[in-house]
């Protein structure tokens, strides 16, 4: 009788459809009649949500070894292609028809090899000013874009309202300019006016001002968000300047990728050159190509999808050692300091997580490629209503994964769990708190997007300045300020990125604080308890 008892009890426990009630709620026994058998559940699943410090089991362990399998596959191929290579790829001018073997021969008058020769503009022209300013501006750039990214997390942390604030008047006043200058300027230029009639420069310049507009309606339609969203990144920038090291594994982790890239590349550069040189007819007339062996075509698709998968696994794990050290800050009292917190989230999402990052990362993958696939498709205008039905089937289906997606391996970062078992236990955990999964990402994203956007653009301005008044290039700084322009937006996006996560992380955090009943962090509830509810 205890047993039945206490089975009855477990089960109310974990009873969705109180949604209000927090995990730890325990309502009152009561005895009921036996209910007919189950699905197998475990019934204290939900009670204790909070980050696994202990050691955690493997979980997805088919998909990591799948992955292994893959870059095995990827490098062996590779490996074959380098040693297997046909060294006469690189002859195939000096080949020519036999009519009396029906092949192709070497021609023996061949001169042999032709060194190229490269013209860098001339040494003594104005390319090579342009050459020069180019690689200091982007040294310098990379330079100063590290105490930049610093200045703005600090400047976030302390004075997120205002920096907010002071940058929303120039996501209208950049475009306002830019739209302006590029009119004028090409009005004034004789070979630009020429070019482009009045009519369609005053066409897009109307076009863009009309964008513009949008933006400004946005903002105003979603003023009443803006506060409450300064003051949730303020929240994320004290949260990220607690663990500063991130900021080393991360760009660590990124050069890891490209390092496991690079033979990949010589693979594939290897890979053209295993073939042989045939006769082809054209016209008539038969003439020696390059024809590659059969299966170069399918190494290739091999390897790129080899990349691509592991750029999204890559993506996933920088996710999950974010999410788990920033989840062992928030839960740790304030008068303690986590320890090798970075080290643990390192060591889980290479280690027991890792077949789950495998997996999140191939679901991204797959549903990046076929989203790239059916707007392809959509751009070729195929007529047909089952064509329409099938791209919006297939796009509410992609959508539907990227919601899925969302949180999870913030989640798995925090408890270990399973890929199925934490989409399942995020989605319940938001939905029984009323918590909502799309705001706190949708207008976040946009004002870290468009401070990034300003402090890029005002950067490429004084460079392009400095660079008139000070250097010789001529119309060369247009060029030399949009690289720069590029080089910094790219080291402010990844800044960005990694504040998003954190972003997101913190919510996850409060949402598992919320349904325990607990309150690790004050700041945080204070600001993230003014969320709306679903």
Known sequence: MGGSEEANKATSLHDSSSPSQPLLFKPPSIE???QPDQPESDPTQYLQISYNYGPRPFKDLPFVIFFVFVVLCTFGFGIFSVFHKN?????????????????CVKNSTFNGFHEPRFDFYSLTSPGSVFLKSLIWTLVVTLILSVPVCFLLLLSLKHYTKQIVYVSLPF??????????????????????????????????????????????????????RVELTVKIIGVASDALSKNLGLFVVIPLLTLGLVVYYAPIVVFLVFARLNGKIVPKESKGEYKCVWKQDSWVPAYYTL????????????IEAQVYVISGTIAQWYFTKEDAKPR?????????????????VCLSGLLICFVRLVRAAVDSASQENVPGMVNLVLRCCVRALLSAVDFLNKFTINF??????AYCTSARMTYELLKRNLLSAVFVETVSTRLLAGITFVLSAIYAIVVYAILKAASSIGVYAYVVAALAWALLIIVLGFFAHVLENVIETVYV???????????YRTEVHEVYSRLPYQ
Request: aromatic share 16%; glycine share 4%; net charge neutral.
């Open 32 to 34: 009921e009649p036996e």
């Open 87 to 103: 060294s006469n790829y690189s002859n195939l001018s000096s080949y020519k028809y036999d009519l009396n073997s029906n092949s």
């Open 171 to 224: 996501f209208v006043v950049i475009p306002i300019f830019f739209n302006v200058y590029w009119f004028v300027a090409c009005t004034v230029s004789s070979s630009c006016s020429d070019a482009f009639p009045l009519v369609y420069r005053i066409l897009v310049l109307v076009f863009v001002f009309l964008i513009i507009g949008i933006i400004v309606w946005i903002f105003v339609a979603n003023w009443h």
């Open 303 to 314: 390897a790129i999808l080899t990349m691509l998968w592991s750029l999204t696994v890559m």
């Open 340 to 356: 090798r917190s970075i080290r643990s989230s390192l060591r889980n999402a290479f280690g027991p997580s890792s077949g789950t």
């Open 412 to 417: 798995v970062a925090i408890t270990g769990e």
């Open 509 to 519: 955090c409060y949402a598992i604080d919320r349904d325990r009943g607990e309150v």
